[in-house]
């Protein structure tokens, strides 16, 4: 079951929804990208646009089209 939530995003802000796909991706061969990872990486990323940062997130961890939701929200 969902529970609704309200959200206010202040300029500059991001919202990252993204499925454990993300974060489980490997970022080099023996170790997980990890919620840390994405937080990290995320924070570096404020002054890009929301498709940037997808971008950017997508080709930082090694991903194959399985098993992948992201979504950013400026």
């Keep these: 079951a969902y529970r609704r939530s309200y959200v206010e995003l202040r300029p500059g802000e991001v919202l990252v ?14 170790t997980e990208f990890g919620t840390d990872g994405l937080v990290n990486l995320v924070q570096g990323l404020l002054d890009k646009s929301a498709q940037e940062i997808i971008d950017i997130i997508m080709t930082e961890v ?3 089209p399985i098993d992948i939701r992201l979504i950013i929200i400026k």
Excluded: H
């Excluded at 929804?17 to 023996?30: H, K």
């Design 62 to 64: 090694i991903v194959t």
């Design 17 to 30: 929804i993204f499925s454990d796909g993300v974060t489980e991706r490997l970022s080099d061969p023996d």
